[in-house]
């Protein structure tokens, strides 16, 4: 159970473009959802957190007009890189959590990411 | 400002080998306290979870304890095999959302 799903695993663009991935939990409602990104041997560093039907809440540092979240039911949550630069290459990792789950509110169930490359 | 850091940030050991994974974090407050496995390329898969008020928790040949108090958290491996290969990645809760630490690296050697 408390399986996360993200779509799709890898995507190349062109610099300028708009890319969406989504994000599902395959089997719960997942109140809240996470978006993190991840640089090459880094760690994950959270963009912003979403409750279904309200708006993100961004974290310090992440433009809003720029990554784009929509949580539009408690199965789905989508982040949109709107013109995408070379700079914004990096892996998208969501993750999902519901209060009525094992580990409650607390425990966050993560997708498998998304490998995002802008030429 | 709640800060997660892991020693060793590498480590490489022959097969059969047990060993310990370190973990400390600034802010005591937390709720909970996670160990992630990260594959290259991959996402997370879940190891372990602390509850703040636990001091440990076992699945196979996985140990994780706690000390809240002190900030630092082990997780034990024992008996390493070569699929244990991964990143270790430390995450807390509390106040702030879940804060990583940039993992150690584990290279089990057959």
């Known amino acids: 159970g408390a399986v996360v799903s993200q779509h799709p695993s890898r995507v190349i663009c062109k610099s300028g473009t708009s890319v969406k991935i989504e994000c599902r939990s395959l089997?719960?409602?997942?109140?809240?959802m996470f978006w993190y990104r991840q640089f090459p041997k880094q760690s994950l560093m959270l963009m912003a957190t979403?409750?279904?039907?309200?708006?993100?809440?961004?974290e310090q540092g992440v433009e809003k007009d720029k990554f784009l979240i929509n949580h539009a039911s408690l199965t789905l949550s989508t982040l949109t890189v709107t013109s995408a630069h070379p700079e914004d290459s990096s892996f998208y990792i969501c993750s999902a959590s519901s209060p009525t789950i094992a580990g409650g509110a607390d425990e966050q169930f993560f997708g498998p990411g998304t490998r995002l490359t802008v030429l | 400002k709640q800060e997660v850091t892991q020693i060793p940030a590498a480590l490489s050991v022959p097969e059969g080998e047990n060993l310990v994974l370190n973990c400390s974090f600034t802010d005591s407050a937390i709720y909970n306290l996670q160990w992630f496995r990260q594959d290259p390329g991959k996402g997370l898969t879940s190891l372990l979870l602390?509850?703040?008020?636990?001091r440990e928790q076992t699945s196979g040949r996985l140990n994780a304890s706690l000390d809240k108090s002190s900030g630092r958290s082990t997780l034990y491996i024992a008996a390493s095999q070569p699929g244990d290969s991964a990143t270790y990645l430390c995450?807390?809760?509390?106040?702030?959302?879940?804060?990583f630490g940039k993992g150690t690296r584990l290279s089990v050697i057959a």
């Open positions: 089997d719960f409602q997942a109140t809240t």
């Open positions: 979403s409750n279904e039907g309200s708006k993100a809440t961004y």
């Open positions: 995450a807390v809760s509390g106040n702030t959302p879940l804060v």
């Open positions: 602390i509850q703040s008020s636990q």
